[in-house]
């Protein structure tokens, strides 16, 4: 968050932070490329689904990277002082891997 690694998991509300997966291994290349998924879900400590996004790269999922990176948002309808999961998950659409956060 705002170019700081975290140690912690206190995200202000109207802040983002970046989840970075690096040094990736594993995936499927086909002429030098992959073809990755991504989801994310958050979700209130009573199980409540407030964000739900199935596939944020879909027709844009080819991809010739290093990295995989998602940018998480927080504000409305979350509320202060409230814990929350979010659950990202990047797959492989040219294999069977996948990476979960």
Known sequence: MNN???NNTD???????????SDLDGLVVRDDKISVGASLTI??????ILLNAPDLFEGKDVLHVNYLKMTIPT???MAWEEKYDAVDTFWDKYGTGKIEN
Do not use: Y
């Open 43 to 48: 979700a209130n400590k009573n199980g409540k």
């Open 11 to 21: 995200i202000p509300l109207g802040e983002s932070f970046i989840l970075i997966n």
């Open 4 to 6: 700081e690694i975290l």
């Open 75 to 77: 504000g409305e309808p």
